[in-house]
Structures are given as C-alpha cells and as structure tokens.
C-alpha cells in the first residue's frame, strides 16, 4: 500500500541526490537512511552484518592519517 506526503523542495532534492540510479525509489533511500530503530541486540547485530560499507572520501582519509599524533583535526576536516 502507498501513501502521498507533503515535503518541501529542499527536502525532495535532498532525496533525489541520495538517489544511486535512475530506478531507486524514494521508498528505497528512505529506508536505507531512516532504518528502523533494532530492539535488541541481536537485531543491532544483524544490521550491521548486513550493512554495506560506507563510501570513503579518500581525500579526507589521507589528511586524518597524516594528521595523526596530532591534538585536533586539520582546520580543512572542520
């Protein structure tokens, strides 16, 4: 069953830009950012066995590997 909502355009080109590709649906990216809340532990566990790895901005991997030993992130990462 489906239901039409009301949201404003900001946050509607926030959902089309978290689109992967042309047939991921508004369904879908909501609920890959907006799981449901685990009630266990176990069911915690499984969301992450199951998760995909986050993407990596490479760029600020390389700035906090250099930076480390250091006191505070580069004013960049800020």
């Known amino acids: 069953m489906s239901k039409t909502i009301t949201i404003e355009d900001d946050v509607y080109d926030l959902l089309a830009s978290l689109k992967e590709d042309s047939r991921d649906s508004f369904t879908r990216v909501i609920r890959r950012y907006l799981p449901r809340p685990c009630e266990t532990a176990g069911e915690l566990l499984d969301v992450y066995e199951h998760a995909p ?19 505070h992130l580069p004013h960049s990462l800020l």
Do not use: E, F
């Open 53 to 71: 790895l986050p993407k990596v901005n490479w760029d600020v991997l390389d700035q906090i590997t250099a930076g480390r030993g250091r006191h």
